[in-house]
């Protein structure tokens, strides 16, 4: 399969705790975003990355939150001291650079916060 | 206000039946525009980009009007699988923080 992947695939945590989430995305791809989706909503935008550079971060990315990509590939989403209000779908996307970007999604990461 | 705005639905028509979404943004920077379905529990995928011009891909048909800054999608000739939610999007070139979703419209495609 050479589409996005994530993994988990679903995490349940106990509040306070910390999470990490991946995403691989399609391999010649240098944009890598990372959205929320919480139910009856549409994804929301949270931060994005061009090769290894986070050139985008929105308000919505808390200081406990924190996304790395650090060879240009693969990506990281740590969530610190979780809380319930983070229950959520986790969603990254990639594209590759052009005029007209079409953004590929991943199968997500569901997170239950206890 | 939201920046994209979209009927939430639910849309319940009979298999076969011709049923049009309506999308609003406020963006008026916005290039670039598309339609993602998403079915339940799973990742959004593209449906369509929408032209200036229109598009047309089979029974889906997608137009744009920058003045009203609306963008709609008719679908025609229902299929029970197209029940799903589908998702308005607006972007600009120059920034991926505005790449806005819209809350999705739901369809229901009856026997």
């Known amino acids: 399969d050479t589409g996005v992947s994530q993994n988990p695939r679903h995490k349940i945590t106990k509040r306070g705790q910390n999470v990490t989430f991946r995403c691989d995305p399609i391999?010649?791809?240098?944009?890598l975003y990372w959205y929320r989706q919480t139910l009856g909503q549409g994804p929301e935008f949270l931060t994005y990355?061009?090769?290894?550079?986070?050139?985008?971060k929105s308000r919505l990315l808390s200081d406990r939150f924190s996304a790395e990509r650090p060879k240009g590939s693969f990506s990281t989403l740590e969530i610190q001291r979780t809380e319930q209000g983070d229950s959520a779908m986790y969603l990254c996307?990639?594209?590759?650079?052009?005029?007209?970007?079409?953004?590929?999604f991943g199968p997500g990461t569901r997170l239950l916060v206890l | 206000r939201k920046e994209v705005e979209q009927d939430p639905g639910p849309f319940n028509v009979p298999e076969g039946a011709t049923v049009a979404f309506n999308c609003t943004y406020s963006?008026?920077?916005?290039?670039?525009f598309f339609w993602y379905r998403q079915d339940c529990r799973k990742e959004p995928k593209l449906l369509m980009s929408?032209?200036?011009s229109g598009n047309e891909d089979g029974r889906f048909t997608a137009q744009l009007n920058r003045a009203s800054q609306y963008i709609s999608l008719l679908i025609r000739d229902s299929k029970l699988s197209d029940s799903a939610t589908y998702l308005c999007?607006?972007?600009?070139?120059?920034?991926?923080?505005?790449?806005?979703f819209g809350s999705g419209t739901r369809l229901s495609i009856r026997p």
């Open positions: 996307a990639s594209s590759l650079t052009s005029r007209e970007e079409t953004q590929y």
């Open positions: 963006n008026s920077a916005s290039q670039s």
């Open positions: 999007v607006a972007s600009p070139y120059s920034s991926a923080s505005k790449i806005i």
């Open positions: 929408v032209y200036s």
């Open positions: 990355f061009q090769n290894e550079a986070q050139l985008e």
């Open positions: 391999s010649e791809h240098n944009r």
